[in-house]
């Protein structure tokens, strides 16, 4: 579906009724629930997902994340610093979430594709792990990755996405009591290199 097209009613119903559903993103499709225990009870027993594996939250924008996470200062600078979904922010959660998305910490991602960022927009936050069983390959097209987890077509907003490396997740810590190397943690590189986040830190006043 085209970016300007509404997002199918059948599909808004599975997320309301908290059912799983498959999203594009710049990267890989995902794997989207509301963050609620129910519907991470299906989607977890959908993926085979080991239960003490958090997964990440997806997000349209810095705004719907501060419902969710405390966002240090600096934030907008350290993403507008990368490409959009390039970097999946770990923030320490408001409240106290289910264990599966993190408990007190939460890995928040502020997505880049066009379709991802108009379903968010309309359903709030949703969870943003890639669209396979857990340590399968992941496919690139979003109907090939419902297919793969046995997900009716009403499940899918379809389109193919680039693949390549996943986000980059980071620790922001952003107080400027810190030092440059204190305040961001590189804990798993991936399509932004930790030489690059180290680099922009070090310009961090």
């Known amino acids: 579906m085209g970016s300007n097209e509404a997002i199918p009613t059948a599909l808004l119903q599975r997320i309301a009724r908290g059912e799983a559903v498959v999203y594009p993103t710049s990267t890989l499709p995902a794997l989207g629930c509301r963050p609620e225990r129910e519907a991470l009870d299906r989607l977890y027993e959908l993926k085979h997902r080991p239960a003490d594996q958090p997964v990440s939250l997806a997000v349209s924008n810095l705004t719907q994340a501060s419902a969710i996470a405390e966002i240090p200062e600096g934030t907008d600078s350290l993403l507008q610093s990368f490409p959009t979904g390039s970097i999946t922010l770990l923030m320490k959660a408001k409240h106290n979430l289910d264990a599966r998305l993190g408990g007190d910490l939460v890995a928040i991602r502020v997505v880049a594709h066009p379709i991802a ?3 968010l927009q309309e359903v709030g936050p949703l969870t943003a792990t890639s669209a396979n069983l857990s340590g399968a390959p992941p496919e690139m097209a979003c109907g090939k990755a419902a297919n793969s987890l046995g997900l009716p077509v ?3 907003l379809d389109s193919d ?3 390549g ?3 980059t997740l980071i620790r922001w810590h952003g107080h400027a ?3 440059s190397s204190e305040r961001v943690e590189v804990l798993r590189e991936g399509i932004v290199s930790e030489s690059e986040v180290m680099s922009w830190s070090k310009n961090l006043n």
Do not use: F, K
């Open 154 to 156: 009403e499940a899918v």
């Open 165 to 167: 490396l996943p986000s």
């Open 177 to 179: 009591s810190l030092s």
């Open 161 to 163: 996405c680039p693949g």
């Open 117 to 119: 960022i108009q379903l």
